[in-house]
Every structure is written in C-alpha cells, then in structure tokens.
C-alpha cells in the first residue's frame, strides 16, 4: 500500500484486499464442523491457544463475526466461494443459537441476530431471517423488571416528551442491569437493528423502554467496580464499557424515534466525557478509567479515544451540532499525534484487532474519511492499513495471521485468533472498508457496519468541509 497519490485508486487498493484474502485463506484452515454447518477454531495453530474463552458462535469471537467477514469479501472479490462459507456458518449458527444462553451483543444472542439478520439480507435465505426473529423473540422475553434509575433532583422524567410509556415509579425491562455497550446497550442497538431489517416494531418499543433506565442517570453509565482488573471505584469513560457507549445508543435511539429525554441524556454522558479529558491544543485524550487510571489513554475501539470518537460523531449525525464533529476530529488528532502506528504506546501496545488495535483505527479513520471528504483521514487510514500488512505472519497456502498480546496486562500472552473483534476476520473487515475507500468504485457494494458504528457506508465521501 502506499499514500503516492501517482497510483491509481486501484492500484492503492490492490494491497489491503490482497491481506484479507490471506486472512479468510489462515481462516479456512480453522475449519470446524460437518455439512450441517461450519465454525472456526479461534486459533488453529497447532498447541496454539486463543486469548479469549470459547465461544464459538459469537460474534466478538465466533462464527457470527466470521460470517460477516465472508460476506464481505464475497462483495469485494465477486469470488461466490466466500459465499458458501458464509452460508455453512450461517447454518451452524442455525442451529447452535437455541443452546446460547447469554443475551449480550459482542457475545451473546444479540449479536448472532444481528450476524443473522446481516447474512439473510445478502444471501436472499428467508431461515436465516426468521432464526434472527426467533432469537431476538427469545432476547425479548429475557427481559425482567429492572429498579428505576436515579434522577438528579429536579430532572423531567424521561419519556414525558416521548411516548408516555413511563409512570414515575415504575421498572423498567432490562437484562443484566449494566446500561453500557457490552450489557444492556448492546442489547438494545441489536432490537433496533432487528426492528428495521426485519420489520418488528415491538423490538423498537422494548428497545426504547428499556433504554429508560440509562436516561433517568444523571451521567449514564456512570458506574463503579464493575471492571474486571480495575479498582472497586473506577469509572470508565470509554466505549464499550463505559458513558461514551451508553451515550452512544442513546443518542442512536433519539434518532430512531425522536424522544428528546434521549437527546438530553446521550449530551449528560458526552459534557461528563468532555469534564474528564485531557485536552492539549487541538489534541484530545480520555482517561481510561478514574480517578486512578488518569494518566492511562487508550487509543482503540473498546476503551479510547477510537470508541469515544463513535460517540461523538453519532451525536453530530443525529443532532447536526458541529461541535460533536470537531470533538471527534480533536480526539483523531490526538491518535496521529501519539505517533502511531510507528510508536508503541501504552494506549496502543502490540495489538492489531478491531476491539483494542490498529484495525479498530482504520474504521474510525476511513469512517471520517467517508463522514467528512477530508483526504487526511484516508491517507492515514492507509498508513494504518501497511502497519497491519506488514505485521502479518505468513500461515501456508498464502493464508495470513496477525500475532498479538490481546490484553496490555499480560504482555507475554501473544496469540493469533481467528475472530472479528480480536482476530483476523475483523482485521480482514477493516482491510476491506479501506479498499473500497480507495477504490471508490462506481457502483455502491452492500457493505456490513455493526449496530454501534456511527460512519456512513463507503466508497463515496461526503464532500470535503
């Protein structure tokens, strides 16, 4: 890959969709299962062991993110051969779903829904529709009566502007209490998604009643002691378990119906993001945690400035404020001025994933690139792309693998997985989405955007600010 603008656009594009071509090749050779459907070991090296516990039909780790990945690269290579691999994934997930038990996004039933729902729109199969019903039917009638949230005193009961589904007092329906991206939040963009692909309304309804308890909090998702690894009274600012996701789907369900105590509460969770930032000329960083972990910036998806950009930019999308936009910009311009990806940084150590890596960089900066027409973004989305190419570790048979200490704390657990949020297939989809920035070409291809990404489809920007 190279930014020489004297290249062709598909010449530059040649490169990243050349890697994801090696890693669906590495990923093959992880196969698993008989004709009744298809899974990938998360890691086929021999003796090798995956970073993460055994989940075989996520989508954080599983056959569902796999699926995707197929589907996509099916799009980008008109190779119809990724097409049968997604359709012997979707039929193990088919009949693996009944035996999930938990509920969540990133590694529950949500998530295979949503994979589902993804898989039945591009292959045309009606099964893979009505299994993402089922699922999300079972999801629905999964949720308890949850105790209210609190309100500072003097705050509007949220819904009065809404619907009037609330009657002050009353719980509302949830699953695991935890209103963030990875427990309830998830949840409900994966209802929201089912609502509008597969045209359940009522999925809609709970998503919005549900929702209600993370706008009644003065910060939402502002909680204590619920990380693994962190202090008992940490806070966590950041994307996936922490007020930036939270805010981040509320500001996705004002958006999809409208109720300003949505609105309202989605701009609490991003003015308490903004008090907690460290901001340096046109530089922004978060915190990874408070009050102790301060000086500790993360970078990625899950946890940083990557994931607390998505927010943002899902506020200016719904909203139209500027300000939301150029708070994004100011924290992509603090990952350039890091020095990554040449320099290692605590905030971004040796991983190259979608949750906490330089892949989870390239969709934040191939994703303003589309959102904003700024050729900076591309350009460094591209410098991205030949840091994940060029730390591939050659697999056989041309199949590509991507090493890695998935968790910062434990610098001598190095694996390479096979799944989407940690592992090749998801480095594959983020290779992807550059190459078809690059290649802008004529016709729009079906491009998959998970439930928590704010940015437009590509190839085609918006025009240059």
Do not use: K
Not at 399 to 422: F, H, I, K, N
Request: glycine share 14%; charged share 20%.
């Amino acid at each position: 890959m190279s930014v020489d603008r004297a290249r062709s656009p598909g010449e530059r594009a040649d490169a990243p969709l050349a890697a994801a071509i090696g890693a669906a090749r590495w990923i093959r050779s992880a196969t698993a299962g008989d004709g009744a459907g298809r899974h990938w070991l998360a890691n086929p090296d021999p003796g090798g062991r995956s970073a993460l516990a055994p989940a075989p039909a996520s989508l954080y780790a599983g056959a569902a993110g796999i699926v995707l990945f197929f589907l996509e690269l099916a799009a980008a290579t008109g190779d119809d051969g990724y097409l049968e691999d997604a359709r012997a994934g979707v039929r193990y997930l088919a009949s693996a779903w009944r035996g999930i038990a938990g509920v969540g996004f990133h590694h529950g039933l949500s998530g295979i829904a949503v994979a589902l729902c993804e898989a039945g729109w591009i292959l045309g199969d009606g099964t893979a529709e009505e299994v993402a019903a089922a699922a999300l039917e079972r999801v629905a009638r999964a949720a308890r009566p949850m105790d209210p949230g609190q309100r500072e005193p003097g705050q509007r009961e949220p819904g009065q502007q809404g619907r009037g589904r609330q009657e002050r007092g009353r719980q509302e329906p949830g699953w695991t209490g935890d209103p963030a991206l990875r427990g309830d939040g998830g949840v409900v963009l994966a209802l929201l998604h089912g609502a509008a692909m597969l045209g359940l309304p009522h999925l809609e309804d709970l998503a919005a009643e549900a929702a209600q308890r993370a706008a009644r909090l003065a910060v939402p998702g502002h909680r204590f002691g619920d990380c693994p690894g962190l202090p008992r009274d940490a806070v966590t600012p950041g994307f996936v378990a922490g007020t930036s996701g939270t805010a981040f789907v509320l500001a996705r369900l004002y958006g999809a119906t409208g109720e300003r105590c949505f609105l309202e509460a989605a701009r609490r969770g991003a003015a308490f993001v903004r008090a907690v930032s460290v901001v340096t000329g046109g530089h922004v960083a978060v915190p990874h945690h408070l009050p102790q972990g301060r000086g500790l910036f993360y970078l990625g998806f899950c946890s940083g400035a990557a994931g607390v950009a998505r927010m943002f930019c899902e506020l200016y999308r719904v909203a139209g404020d500027p300000a939301d936009l150029d708070w994004a910009e100011r924290l992509a311009a603090g990952i350039v001025a890091s020095g990554v990806p040449a320099r290692r940084v605590p905030g971004l150590w040796d991983t190259a994933c979608q949750c906490c890596g330089v892949a989870g960089l390239v969709e934040l900066f191939a994703g303003l690139w589309a959102a904003t027409g700024r050729p900076a973004y591309l350009d460094f989305a591209v410098r991205l792309g030949e840091h994940l190419a060029a730390r591939s570790r050659a697999a056989g048979d041309g199949g590509l693998r991507w090493y890695q200490a998935y968790r910062r704390s434990r610098p001598g657990e190095v694996s390479a997985d096979t799944g989407y949020m940690a592992g090749a297939a998801g480095i594959g989809a983020a290779l992807l989405h550059l190459e078809a920035a690059l290649r802008r070409a004529p016709e729009r291809r079906r491009m998959i955007l998970l439930p928590d990404n704010p940015f437009p489809a590509f190839p085609l920007p918006a025009r240059p600010a």
